[in-house]
């Protein structure tokens, strides 16, 4: 790739679009969290002027349940002293520096990682547009790949501080760039490898790599006259060998506590969570989840070796409830579980700092189960982001799904809650047990377009049990979590409702497929109908009610803002809440 090449997808035509879209999104999410107050000036034309009051920004916007703003980014203008100017997202933040409340330490990384969002969606424009209806038959990896958007709330979300272009180029998960993962042998004085229930290291190793490249391997570490039975073997992100452990580690390779063994032959692609691999040569395979020392959304995403060893056992855990619990079994509900995970603990950085420090989360791995092989006849895979994808003509792929499954919109949608939602709701009633359920850790398994199950993912980093009563075993006991009662509801208000279900029922009222009333009321109808199932906890459905008419509002993009390092003390994942009035609950009366 030549010099001028590696940026050729930034023409002046891609970055005006890509501005365009950040700012409508940034106005959108913030007049959500209440950092700006737009001024109605018409009907449906509102305005919003800097912290000086001397630029204003224009625009026309539906207003819908949820307090969401559907700002249509063609109706979009800037305008300084009576002239028209570009929409440019960095001014944009400097011009509302004080308002969003970013500090001189934050504003100059928050406008990095604004410009590298930016120059990813000029990327994802020079890729052949698919219309959803195309996407919808599309297979597993060809829908993840084919994602434009990210997390839908964060406006600064392909921030991924750490790649240059040529690395963005090989590793974004939009490039569709197939990656082979970099082995080490890590030896077993500083390294440990924990497993699932039936699974032994040697074997296991050598069905996910194959026999001539552990062979070929241990022969590395043989002529090196170290003996294979001293080492176990880790998964490296390349990036991360090349910009982190060929220097921060520099002494465990000098001391050959660390051995560079070379590339697997397998290939793999990378996921919307940009550190974990689905195994393009063998799909039947594990997917491999790498620690990746690269900022990205708020937080660092390294991989914690301390956390690795407890991980194998929180998943076999959750699969026997899963197993033994006949509410979420009618559901279909499963779960990818992650079968086994190796770490390396660097004993001068943990002697150096806290256990929640990116220091501790530089080399670890997990093996996570391929849902692949699950599948039956006519049965396809989908990422759950998917649903609030909208393709260059403004459809969404939850619309065209509706369309190839010939339902009508509220049978569909009530297929696809009972699915994923249903399962949520009995999870935290009946065990005080939530999740992470945002759109790129849930699978949807689809035929014909009809949502058939879900499959839940990212277990056991993401995974709480809110109850302090709970007899867990030793092994899972770090899931319990300390939450306020007021604020536990929280885990579907916030996650479910606000950050994913806000977004599929403005897409789908925006196109006429079905209007937001009848969207919710299928929510609460679903609720009821699960309610309904479970009389014996009714003492739980009215101390938590889903029913309630407002809940808090919780504020992401505040927290990014207000520090976009680490967004949240792990230590204290509920203290850290970014809380500001209330929303109405678009349920409540329904």
């Known amino acids: ?43 449906d034309q509102y305005v919003v002027r800097s912290d000086d009051g001397k630029t204003r920004y224009d625009f026309t916007a539906v207003r819908r349940a ?39 330490e934050i504003l100059p990384v928050y406008l990095e990682e604004i410009s590298s969002t930016l120059s990813g969606t000029c990327y994802k424009l020079t890729k052949p547009q698919v219309p959803v209806a195309e996407l919808a038959k599309a297979d597993f990896q060809d829908i993840e790949t084919g994602m434009t958007e990210g997390h839908p709330c964060f406006v600064a979300n392909n921030g991924r501080l750490g790649f240059g272009i040529h690395e963005y180029l090989s ?17 077993r004085s500083r390294a440990a490898f924990t497993a699932g229930v039936g699974i032994e290291y040697e074997s296991f190793v050598r069905q996910e790599l194959g026999e001539d ?39 465990e390779v000098a001391r050959e506590l660390l051995v560079c063994l070379g590339e697997g032959d397998d290939e793999y692609l990378a996921q919307q969570s940009i550190r974990t691999f689905f195994n393009r040569s063998n799909p039947q395979k594990h997917y491999v989840k790498t620690a990746l020392s690269v900022l990205n959304m708020g937080f660092m995403r390294g991989l914690s070796a301390a956390y690795m060893e407890a991980t194998p056992a929180i998943n076999d855990w959750l699969a026997g409830l899963i197993e033994g619990d006949p509410v979420l079994k009618s559901t279909g509900l499963t779960i990818i579980r992650e079968r086994a995970a190796v770490g390396y603990r660097h004993l001068e950085y943990e002697a150096a700092t806290d256990r929640y420090s990116p220091y501790r989360k530089m080399l670890a791995a997990l093996w996570r189960e391929s849902p692949v092989p699950s599948l039956q006849d006519g049965e396809s895979l989908a990422t759950m982001a998917s649903l609030v994808h909208v393709d260059h003509e403004g459809r ?94 929280l885990s579907i208000f916030t996650d479910v409702f606000d950050c994913f279900f806000r977004f599929l029922a403005a897409n789908l009222a925006a196109e006429g497929i079905l209007e937001e009333e009848d969207f919710w009321r299928t929510v609460a109808e679903v609720t009821r109908d699960y309610q309904h199932s479970v009389p ?32 949240v003390d792990l230590a204290d994942p509920s203290g850290a809440l970014q809380l500001v009035g209330t929303l109405n609950n678009p349920v409540a009366g329904l």
């Open 1 to 43: 790739m030549s010099l001028a090449d590696a940026v050729a997808h930034l023409s002046p035509e891609r970055w005006e679009t890509a501005n365009r879209l950040l700012i409508r999104k940034g106005l959108a999410e913030f007049a959500h969290e209440r950092l700006i107050e737009p001024e109605e000036t018409d009907k």
């Open 171 to 187: 590793y974004a998960p939009e490039t569709a760039s197939p990656v082979r993962l970099v082995w080490l042998a890590a030896h």
């Open 213 to 251: 490249t552990v062979e070929r391997f241990y022969g590395v570490l043989r002529d090196k006259g170290l003996d294979p039975a001293d080492y176990l073997l880790i998964p490296v992100h390349p990036w991360q060998w090349w910009n982190k452990l060929t220097v921060t580690f520099a002494a």
């Open 396 to 489: 969404s792929f939850a619309g065209a799904l509706i369309e190839r499954s010939g339902l009508t919109p509220t049978d569909w949608l009530r297929r696809y809650l009972r699915a994923y939602y249903t399962p949520l709701l009995h999870s935290f009633y009946a065990y005080d047990l939530v999740f992470m359920p945002h759109g790129e850790n849930v699978i949807l398994v689809l035929k014909d377009g009809v949502v058939e199950r879900a499959v839940y993912k990212d277990i056991a980093e993401e995974i709480a049990v809110m109850d302090p009563e709970a007899v867990l075993p030793p092994a899972v006991e770090r899931l319990r979590v300390e939450v306020p009662d007021d604020k536990k509801l």
């Open 66 to 104: 949820l307090d969401h703003w559907q700002i249509d980014a063609d109706s979009l203008t800037r305008h300084r002293d009576g002239t028209e100017l570009p929409l440019a997202a960095l001014d944009f933040f400097v011009e509302l520096k004080d308002t969003l409340g970013l500090s001189d």
């Open 536 to 567: 014996e906890l009714a003492d739980k459905f009215a101390q938590y009610d889903m029913f309630a008419p407002e809940f808090a509002l919780s504020c992401l993009n505040r927290l990014q803002l207000r520090n976009n390092r680490q967004m």
